[in-house]
């Protein structure tokens, strides 16, 4: 069975500062992992994924994310946090021997305060 | 772009009426899921289509059944609403174009749904 864990429910930045939110996973086979955000009252939007090649993956609104295999995550970063990224973050993870469905992380609220 | 609607942003239903939530895509895409999303859970499947009057189930069918009678459309269905079906319902679609497994889901809005 697949399973993802977002360990922090919020996420607390300073604007201008970097900023990681983390999700570590499980699953069987090979990992297809995505982060999306939702911004108050919308429904999801995709900021990037892993499906192979290179460890980093860029992704929209200057976020990137690296994936490490030995410690099963797929962090979430930004350089230079700004108040407009303050939203709810999901973490995702689509196992290649499992279902077509996405299994989603309990969600993280980041908080980028001026 | 793709675009993913929903019939509705809220929604209020009294206890054991029959709901019923539409979704529709503009994609031309294969596959459909409905999700509910709950504060501190994330987002659990409820069930997913593959094709046309295919449906299988997710994690929580349990009150639920769907309904997949075009290729666009996926209609989520409450059979008689309870209060802990109080929630954010979220569609979502994906095409195999990206190879399977691999594709990327795309959200519509949302639907806020209130039992009472």
């Known amino acids: 069975a697949q399973s993802v864990a977002q360990p922090e429910d919020q996420v607390n930045v300073a604007e201008g500062n970097p900023l990681t939110v983390k999700c570590t996973y499980s699953?069987?086979?090979?990992?297809?992992l995505f982060w999306y955000v939702q911004y108050p009252n919308r429904g999801l939007q995709f900021l990037l994924k892993?499906?192979?090649?290179?460890?980093l993956v860029k992704g929209s609104y200057g976020f990137e994310a690296e994936f490490n295999k030995s410690q099963t995550s797929f962090h979430l970063k930004k350089p230079s946090a700004l108040v407009s990224d303050s939203a709810l973050y999901f973490c995702?993870?689509?196992?290649?021997?499992?279902?077509?469905?996405?299994?989603f992380g309990s969600g993280t609220r980041l908080q980028v305060q001026p | 772009d793709v675009k993913v609607t929903q019939s509705s942003r809220y929604l209020v239903k009294r206890t054991g009426e029959k709901v019923f939530l539409e979704c529709v895509q503009d994609m031309d895409h294969e596959n459909m899921f409905w999700y509910r999303q709950d504060p501190g859970l994330g987002l659990r499947l409820i069930y997913f289509s593959y094709d046309v009057k295919m449906k299988e189930k997710g994690d929580i069918p349990e009150g639920y059944s769907v309904s997949r009678e075009k290729k666009e459309r996926f209609s989520l269905i409450l059979e008689s609403a309870s209060t802990n079906q109080t929630s954010m319902y979220l569609c979502a679609s994906s095409s195999l174009q990206q190879g399977a497994l691999r594709e990327t889901q795309y959200f519509g809005p949302g639907t806020r749904l209130l039992v009472l």
């Open positions: 699953v069987s086979g090979n990992p297809y």
């Open positions: 995702a993870v689509r196992d290649s021997r499992g279902r077509r469905a996405l299994t």
């Open positions: 892993y499906i192979t090649g290179d460890n």
